[in-house]
């Protein structure tokens, strides 16, 4: 085995692992209702933990997606390290210490510690997250569909390998209790060494752009005109206009940008809700109905949940990735500015954000006419996540075609700020508790999941 090829092994290892290991916020659903229990966490305290995590993502997308393009993956692996290693090691420190019987100020105190340690997790993630996909991009450019569309989908099936663990391994099988302490202290140690090693596997030139050596598809036609004429055709006026030169003010004058930013809005932002709030949403609803008694605990619907929403996850981001590149491949563009195809170029993407939007309005429509108990609940969890994730899978490459690659990372982290703010506006209201006196209550609450985003996105 030669030196080059087991650096791309290596890097290629790095990439699986870092993607892989990203999404531990995103089991926060399997500890909430451990920490409701023992550390007497409200529900709105819990919900702001979970959005804590989930929105610190976007507060610096841009920024570390400025260093994505200028100082290249490894850096933001070993930012990574650092932070879901203080993180992850704080919340089990915080759970750890915690009194049996804690007060209303030392239960306050718990509260700000855990949203303190979920929100650098989050930072954490994005760092790992954007580690991955632009390192798998720059790695293999010959191959950025599956590059990129891989990287994705292990990321998407983060939260389902972190919730095998957690369930087999620190869950007691007696009482079906997940051992929090424990969890979170193995995922500071794992994180931390796994982003570790990616910041000495990833490492690249940070002025180091690989142009795919791919043959593409003829777009002009060749006409026997030689090659230093190439400037004196129409192309010359393709290279003023060259995607991904302009600033962010000139970003944010395009109307391209901004229709895209509202559709994100509303697209990933009631799907985020419904991810970190998945927890939350089974316990609003009644776990049996009139005909039928017993089933199982809300601990095991919550951990059915995570894992539906990771595997549908996992296999949108899949599918979507390899159908987008075989019908509707990304341009590129030459030194000359001209933009060429790699294949024949049959559909826009953005039928395939259509796509996703109707299927989300769908699934929220469904969830608000039809959901009655926990039992049906997993429409929304399979919906969400196809929905969510066939979003993310093509937007970097609409970006890319849209504004080129200099600033892709730049580019691609300001458009992660529609989420962000499209998380707090879909509505989300569901009890902290659940009592007989309460099902009607949940069912009418749960209601309200589904209607307004649904309204939003038709």
């Known amino acids: 085995m030669t030196m080059s090829t087991l650096q791309s092994l290596l890097r290629c290892c790095s990439v699986i692992l870092n993607a892989v290991c990203a999404g531990g916020i995103f089991t926060f659903p399997l500890m909430s209702p451990v920490?409701?229990?023992?550390?007497?966490?409200?529900?709105?305290?819990?919900?702001?933990?979970?959005?804590?995590?989930?929105?610190?993502?976007?507060?610096?997308?841009?920024?570390?997606?400025?260093?994505i393009d200028t100082r290249g993956p490894a850096l933001c692996s070993l930012i990574s390290a650092g932070l879901f290693t203080f993180a992850y090691g704080g919340f089990a420190a915080t759970t750890y210490f915690y009194p049996e019987t804690p007060s209303a100020s030392e239960s306050l105190s718990i509260f700000r510690n855990l949203t303190l340690a979920f929100?650098?997790?989050?930072?954490?993630?994005?760092?790992?997250?954007?580690?991955?996909?632009?390192?798998?991009?720059?790695?293999?450019?010959?191959?950025t569909g599956i590059a990129s569309g891989g990287s994705m989908a292990l990321f998407g099936l983060s939260p389902l390998f972190l919730s095998v663990i957690a369930s087999n391994w620190f869950t007691d099988p007696t009482t079906d209790t997940l051992n929090v302490t424990r969890f979170t202290a193995f995922l500071a140690v794992f994180c931390g060494s796994v982003y570790l090693l990616g910041a000495l596997a990833l490492r690249i030139d940070p002025l180091d752009i690989p142009v795919s050596t791919e043959t593409p598809a003829a777009e002009e036609p060749r006409s026997g005109f030689p090659d230093e004429t190439a400037t004196l055709l129409p192309d010359r006026q393709k290279l003023r206009q060259l995607p991904g030169d302009g600033s962010i003010v000139d970003l944010a004058r395009q109307s391209d940008f901004w229709l895209i930013a509202v559709f994100c809005l509303l697209t990933l932002g009631a799907s985020e809700m419904i991810i970190s709030n998945i927890g939350t949403i089974v316990l609003s609803l009644p776990p049996y109905t009139i005909e039928q008694t017993g089933g199982s605990s809300a601990q095991a619907y919550t951990s059915r949940q995570v894992k539906l929403l990771s595997l549908s996850n996992t296999i949108s981001r899949i599918t979507v990735g390899v159908l987008a590149d075989f019908i509707s491949p990304v341009a590129s563009y030459l030194p000359c500015g001209a933009r060429t195809f790699p294949r024949k170029h049959r559909i826009t993407r953005i039928a395939f954000l259509s796509l996703s939007s109707l299927m989300l309005a769908s699934t929220f429509i469904w969830m608000n006419n039809r959901v009655l108990t926990r039992d049906d609940i997993w429409t929304l969890s399979i919906g969400t996540g196809m929905g969510y994730s066939a979003v993310f899978t093509v937007l970097p490459s609409i970006i890319s075609s849209i504004w080129?690659?200099?600033?892709?990372?730049?580019?691609?982290?300001?458009?992660?700020?529609?989420?962000?703010?499209?998380?707090?506006?879909?509505?989300?209201?569901?009890?902290?508790?659940?009592?007989?006196?309460?099902v009607e209550m949940g069912c009418a609450r749960a209601e309200n999941v589904g209607r307004a985003p649904s309204l939003l996105l038709l």
Do not use: C, D, W
């Open 404 to 438: 080129g690659m200099p600033n892709l990372g730049r580019n691609f982290g300001i458009m992660m700020y529609a989420p962000f703010v499209g998380n707090p506006l879909s509505p989300m209201s569901t009890p902290s508790s659940q009592s007989p006196m309460q």
């Open 35 to 67: 920490l409701s229990e023992h550390l007497k966490l409200t529900q709105p305290q819990l919900t702001t933990i979970a959005l804590a995590g989930m929105m610190s993502q976007y507060t610096v997308a841009s920024g570390v997606g400025k260093v």
């Open 119 to 143: 929100f650098l997790a989050g930072v954490g993630t994005v760092f790992g997250y954007f580690s991955s996909l632009f390192a798998a991009s720059r790695f293999f450019p010959n191959h």
